[in-house]
């Protein structure tokens, strides 16, 4: 006799084979190759291969997946007795392995919509026991642990032997039934059961939770969270910071051993398969023709290129006039310079850092949310942080375990971390920054928990001067930043809220809508053309095209004016020791780098390094080039730049080689 549904099963079982046979032979016969057989062994299946194949046997797996999968786990292991019998596995000692699992990928197929590819917000009980796929963060990682999965009992009463795994949705340990789970025609009813002597078996087990893109959400949403389950070959996957995409079942978890407490249902997420998306490139998309816009732009300006550039300039923060300083370092922060490998394997960062200091009401704040939008991976916070992890990482007791809560430096790898209020963070963080800035990881060794994770990101800081600024002090001593620290930044700018007439007279009018003389004949033409990338979609995209096509190397010329600066920057170096080590000729060459990208080409020219030698003397208390430094709030967009560069670049290069 042939239990109900049993004859249906075995066809699904059947069906299953026949597609591992035809899509995945040979990665059954690479892991019947494989030496270990007590190795859990993954097959990625295309949800879209298998809808393809079999559109009924594709919806019984999608509507009924923790009923279906063991099925599909089952096929794998008839698919392996089936290779087993093949001529070239004839006559050799191939073990067939046991822990084979089917994974399944829902990319590209129908199951990427809304109902079935909800944001973690929008989880909803209709979801429930349906395969399902969730995108997020990783805001905390558990430790690994090892869990009972199967016990097999004996009932001292009719001697039944079965089979009983623990429930993940109460608690990780295996309790017998109630009484014998026999099918027998008469009923046993035996509540005495004894476990079978070397049956237990433990699988790998860990608890993560993700958290949705705040990108992804609106003003005065609150970012929602999910614990995810993952076993076996899945554990040890991802870590706090990356960005993941899951596909599992959804179920509720709740603690049953609370007397007189209202047991309350939290969603978790059993997974089946994880995809790493922080390794993947960016989604935006740049059609052909906004790149021959690019092109024809450049094209236009071929002959005065640095007015090109200030047409860009213009549109960071347009809602703040003037501040040309703030907006061309903003820009290059944004675009970075290339990262460096040597040939031992030590990597040189090519992400900048910025850092405001300034007077309250000189748009700080302005620039750190607009530069937030324009990174499509970005996260805002202040100095003390949204959470006990502050900026970097740290250990949280979550259900009587340890586990790692990623901060906003982790959360943003691969993108931006703008921080307001730079100077208030906490102590435990101005321990670990200075290595989360620099070599662009954090080592953790808390609770037991010993790891490294990644803040592969730049850093966009604020922060006001203590008390009122002395110019002819350090920014040591008008801050409360330390100089090992200030080092880091690639450029420092100071904003000076000081008494100028002419400049207030100009604010005042472009506040209050008043309409002065025009600046330029010739800015209307510029807006014109740029206008078919002006929006912030175009910016992003812009941004994202230059990092990607363009690789700048230096030429001999850039390389023997970036060495003269860095040496003379040397010789004159007093209260700013700190600033000029080595770390600053790190910073010179990023400059450059990011000041090529964004005029458009693959070679870091002498404009190109000249650039970067005005926006680090920007940073500068005092200059080893001129007399005094200017305040960078009332630097402005001058008529004629590219008459104006040249000034500069021979006043330069005078200083840099009458030296010599």
């Not at 032979?25 to 079999?54: A, G, M």
């Not at 001129?626 to 500069?648: C, I, M, R, W």
Request: hydrophobic residues 40%.
């Amino acid at each position: 006799m042939v239990p109900p549904g049993d004859c249906d099963d075995r066809d699904h079982i059947d069906a299953f084979a026949r597609f591992l046979i035809i899509h995945h032979s040979t990665q059954l016969r690479s892991i019947l190759l494989s030496p270990d057989p007590n190795l859990h062994y993954p097959i990625v299946v295309e949800f879209s291969e298998l809808l393809e194949f079999d559109p009924p046997l594709a919806h019984l797996l999608f509507s009924q997946p923790s009923y279906r999968l063991p099925h599909f786990d089952e096929a794998a292991s008839r698919c392996q007795d089936v290779i087993l019998q093949e001529p070239e596995f004839l006559g050799h000692k191939f073990s067939k392995k046991y822990h084979v699992h089917i994974r399944i990928s829902t990319a590209g197929s129908p199951l990427e919509s809304p109902e079935t590819f909800p944001s973690i917000g929008r989880v909803r009980v209709r979801h429930r026991g349906i395969l399902l796929t969730l995108k997020g963060t990783v805001i905390r990682s558990g430790a690994i642990k090892m869990i009972e999965w199967e016990q097999i009992y004996e009932c001292r009463k009719c001697k039944h032997r079965f089979k009983v795994h623990p429930e993940l949705e109460s608690g990780k340990s295996i309790k017998p039934p109630a009484s014998c789970p026999s099918r027998r025609s008469k009923s046993c009813e035996g509540t005495y059961f004894i476990p079978i002597e070397g049956s237990k078996v433990c699988q790998d087990f860990q608890e993560i939770k993700i958290q949705e893109s705040t990108q992804l959400l609106g003003v005065g949403c609150i970012p929602r969270s999910i614990s995810v389950i993952l076993m076996n070959d899945l554990v040890d996957m991802v870590k706090a910071g990356d960005d993941v995409m899951v596909t599992g079942i959804l179920s509720a978890k709740w603690s049953s051993d609370l007397k007189d407490v209202r047991c309350d249902l939290d969603p978790i997420l059993f997974a089946n398969f994880v995809r790493r998306t922080s390794d993947l490139k960016s989604e935006i998309d740049i059609p052909d023709e906004v790149i021959k816009n690019f092109e024809q732009f450049w094209s236009h300006y071929r002959a005065t290129p640095l007015r090109g550039r200030n047409a860009i300039l213009q549109g960071i923060c347009p809602q703040v006039f003037g501040l040309f300083t703030v907006k061309l370092a903003v820009t290059l922060t944004l675009i970075g310079g290339v990262q460096h490998v040597d040939a031992s394997g030590m990597k040189v960062r090519g992400e900048c850092h910025l850092l405001l200091v300034g007077d309250p009401g000189t748009g700080k704040s302005q620039f750190l949310k607009f530069a937030a939008k324009l990174s499509n991976r970005s996260v805002i916070t202040t100095g003390l942080g949204s959470t006990s992890a502050g900026l970097t990482v740290t250990a949280v007791k979550d259900g009587g375990e340890w586990m790692l809560e990623a901060g906003a430096l982790v959360l943003a790898d691969g993108g931006l971390c703008c921080i307001d209020e730079f100077d208030s963070m906490r102590e435990h963080d101005r321990a670990t920054i200075h290595e989360a800035m620099e070599q662009q990881t954090i080592s953790v060794a808390k609770a037991g928990l010993v790891t490294t994770l990644n803040t592969r990101t730049t850093v966009f800081g604020a922060t006001n001067p203590k008390g009122q600024y002395d110019p002819n002090q350090s920014l040591s001593v008008n801050t409360t930043l330390s100089g090992p620290l200030l080092s880091r930044f690639d450029i420092v700018l100071v904003l000076l809220d000081t008494k100028n007439p002419e400049w207030d007279a100009i604010v005042s009018s472009h506040i209050l809508g008043i309409k002065g003389e025009p600046r330029s004949g010739s800015d209307e033409p510029e807006t014109n053309i740029w206008s078919l990338i002006m929006l912030q979609r175009g910016y992003c995209r812009y941004i994202y095209y230059v990092k990607e096509h363009f690789k700048p190397v230096l030429t001999k010329e850039s390389e023997r004016i970036i060495s003269s600066y860095y040496q003379l920057q040397r010789r004159s170096a007093t209260h700013n020791a700190a600033r000029t080590t080595v770390r600053m000729l790190e910073s010179l060459i990023r400059l450059a780098q990011a000041h090529a990208r964004l005029m458009f080409r693959n070679e870091v020219t002498r404009l190109d390094a000249i650039a970067a030698i005005l926006c680090v003397e920007s940073s500068m208390t005092t200059s080893a080039i001129v007399d005094s430094v200017g305040n960078a709030l009332h630097s402005n967009f001058t008529d004629n730049p590219d008459e104006e560069y040249a000034k500069q670049e021979a006043l330069i290069l005078e200083k840099l080689f009458a030296v010599e």
